[in-house]
């Protein structure tokens, strides 16, 4: 069977199947998506792509970002980034401000809202314009010129901001962040509006499935050994307290975000994103786990 026929039979049984869990509704904007939406696209490194349901709608990919981010703060930093943060799982929430006080302000991993915060401290020292050349860095990885920021969705978060706000501050005060709190938190809420559809987010994360060339013209976005690096995190970290489940069910690194999205990559054979905005308990999206769980099942195809 190929990758479409397996992907059109999946979407159909999850889809009768009852969608359990609830919206993100901590930021207000996320409170107000259809929950019905769901949408996969999957695209191959031979330049194949397939999509179904709702996958050229744009959706709000919310923590997703944070790859990107760290996969710019690391070209741009090297190795001496692992002095700013970890790379262990956290085992803890995403904006769980508890580890912080032991590890002295270091937080665990990028992938954590403590970690993309120090990430977006990172780049407004290391870059001329953050806002800018960030956009810029997910627009030639994606190749598409048409990647924005959303003011709507960044102001919605910035109205419910008390726990990140928390965190920045809490950081700050072990000089873990560098520049002004406020800047970090706005270029942050910045990052976490960028809205894409399923077909967008699996192609602005191919260069992770293809050993760092992104399309059109495999522009090597990073080195062969960072993209490595990246794709670990991904799998150890990607998924919240949940990385451990993502693990075991689906067996591919990725990433998720509380907007409901999934993006998860097959090193050398694809990239793949899945859109359903209702959550499960630890804030994944219940379909989109369901769907990677039975599509790598039935693909028999994983990274172990
Ligand atoms: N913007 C969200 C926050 O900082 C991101 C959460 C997520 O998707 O994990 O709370």
Redesign the pocket.
Known sequence: MSYQEIIEELFTSVKQEKNIGSL?T??PELGNVDPGKFGIHLTQVDGLSYGIGDHEERFS????I?VPSLALAYKLMGESLWTRLGYEPSGNP??SLVQLENDHGIPKNPL??SG?LVISDVLISKLNNPHEDFLEFVRKAAGNPSISYSPRIAES?KSA?Y??TALCNFIKSFGNIRNNPEEVLDF??NQ??IELSCRELSEAFFFLANYGLAPPDNDRMMTVSQVKRINAIMQTCGF?DESGEFAFKVGLPGK????GGIVAIHPGQYSIAVWSPILNKK?NSYRGVKFLEQFTTRTELSIF
Request: with cysteine.
């Open positions: 993100a901590f930021i990919i919310q923590s997703i944070k995403f904006n954590i809202n993309a978060e901001s726990r990140n942050y809420f976490c509006s919240y998720s975000g509380v907007g804030g």
